[in-house]
């Protein structure tokens, strides 16, 4: 932590846009020695207590926020209430669930609090500023795919993104200083899963670029330019959040990547880590119609051309995005 527990201690925060491959890339990066993997404390779902909504937005002047200061509470002691609220996998009894899950998060946290702590979750995109002002001083890495594929895995999960969008508008300073004129108001529980999915896509990673402007440091790694290159990009992430890499990473980009694995898994498969990559990357190409992904570049064209150089064929490796 940067107050009291020495900088080795500092957290590792891996993010993205969710269904973006935070899972991968926080896995790979619990491969390196001495770290454990803090997963996904802003989930409204299954996250800490205080958090309510999806991405939540915090500056670099909320370090008294509850939320932040719930993460701080738990890195540093292992204490926190993890809670279980609404959703489509809710349990029958929902706070004997959350009761047990806190006593389980508090015995993983005592079987690593000599480790680094790799935070993967998505949903504290929205929340750099304040992670790197009162949480770690390390580079935050942020996963990006094609909005296509984004959209796909979505669509595969039966994932809408309106809920999410919802949330972004519920946050007042948010939508008034960043999004008003990027997000419409209204309903987006009713918009079509590709209309919502391609604005959620240019809303989440245009407030990237924002938060950048306003001080953050982050990695951004595109997930194509690792299904081309994977030893490549795992050397540069490594080094990026200040990590040993492990002895085995040829052996790890081999059994994370290879083409004879999985493309697309069925949709009770939420996480499936080692697949083939490189097809997964381009099957948005095949299963979207000629009008779906025009309609979704011309939602996403301003954003993508900053993190993206060609539409049709993307790769790009990780970039270093500072103020």
């Avoid at 809408?160 to 508008?169: Q, R, V, W």
Wanted: net charge neutral; hydrophobic share 40%; with cysteine.
């Amino acid at each position: 932590m940067t107050s009291g527990s020495g900088a080795h201690r500092e957290p590792v925060v891996v993010t993205g846009a969710h269904r973006s491959g935070t899972t991968l890339l926080g896995d790979i990066l619990c491969h390196a020695d001495g770290t454990w993997n803090v997963w996904e404390p802003f989930n409204r779902h299954w996250g800490l207590e205080p958090v309510r909504v999806a991405y939540p937005y915090l500056t670099a002047d909320d370090a008294e926020d509850e939320r932040l200061l719930a993460l701080k509470t738990y890195l540093t002691s292992g204490r926190g209430r993890w809670s279980v609220k609404e959703g489509p996998a809710g349990p029958s009894h929902p706070r004997t669930h959350a009761a047990v899950k806190t006593l389980k998060r508090r015995a993983l946290w005592l079987r690593n609090r000599s480790a680094v702590p790799v935070v993967k979750d998505p949903f504290v995109l929205l929340s750099l500023n304040a992670l790197q002002a009162g949480l770690t001083s390390r580079t935050v890495v942020v996963s990006v795919r094609h909005p296509c594929s984004w959209i796909l895995s979505l669509r595969r999960m039966s994932w809408p993104a309106g809920p999410e969008l919802n949330d972004l508008i519920s946050q007042s300073a948010l939508y008034e200083e960043h999004l008003a004129d990027r997000l419409p108001a209204r309903d987006w529980t009713k918009a079509d899963d590709l209309t919502a999915g391609a604005v959620a896509w240019m809303c989440l990673y245009g407030m990237v670029l924002d938060q950048v402007r306003m001080g953050a440091k982050v990695l951004m790694v595109p997930l194509e330019g690792f299904a081309q290159d994977p030893v490549s990009v795992m050397w540069v992430i490594f080094d990026a959040v200040g990590l040993a890499s492990p002895s085995d990473i040829e052996d790890l980009a081999v059994r994370y990547t290879q083409s004879d694995r999985t493309v697309t898994p069925d949709s009770s498969t939420k996480h499936l880590l080692q697949r083939d990559s490189k097809g997964l990357s381009e099957a948005w190409k095949s299963k979207l119609a000629a009008a779906e992904i025009a309609r979704v570049r011309e939602l996403t064209e301003p954003v993508f051309g900053a993190l993206y150089s060609d539409w049709d064929a993307p790769d790009g490796a990780p970039r270093l995005l500072a103020p």
